[in-house]
């Protein structure tokens, strides 16, 4: 069975820190390049990041630019997402998506295209 879980999501003022975790099983993990999206409430979805399994290249959001920092531990099976100074425009469900064969390209790739999601995890930026 296919699962992943995220973790690390919470309720942060205004520039502060939040660092999620997206732990994956029933696949092979280090196939897969692994994302990040968002969806505000009455909003769309939104791809925030995107990591390539093996040489590690990264791609983000204009919106997530110098402020996040997705990385992954293959060992782990874990791909993270540490995002700073975060503002109450980062309010929003995060969920992690893995995607087979998503070369890199620089640019993110559909959420469409991604083959596994998670539950989500709600980050709440707020004082």
């Known amino acids: 069975e296919v699962q992943l879980v995220e973790s690390g999501g919470g309720l942060v003022q205004p520039g502060g820190s939040l660092r999620l975790a997206c732990t994956a099983s029933?696949?092979?993990?280090?196939?897969?390049?692994m994302n990040w999206v968002r969806q505000a409430p009455g909003k769309d979805r939104e791809e925030i990041s995107y990591?390539?399994?093996?040489?590690?290249?990264?791609v983000y959001a204009d919106a997530a630019k110098g402020r996040f920092t997705t990385s992954r531990d293959n060992a782990k099976n874990t791909v993270y997402l540490q995002m700073n100074s975060l503002n109450p425009g980062d309010t929003a469900v995060y969920y992690c998506?893995?995607?087979?064969?998503?070369?890199?390209?620089?640019?993110?790739?559909?959420?469409?295209?991604?083959?596994?999601w998670g539950q989500g995890t709600q980050v709440t930026v707020s004082s």
């Open positions: 998506a893995a995607g087979l064969g998503l070369i890199p390209t620089g640019h993110l790739p559909p959420a469409n295209l991604y083959d596994y």
């Open positions: 029933g696949f092979t993990f280090d196939d897969y390049a």
């Open positions: 990591i390539w399994p093996r040489r590690g290249e990264t």
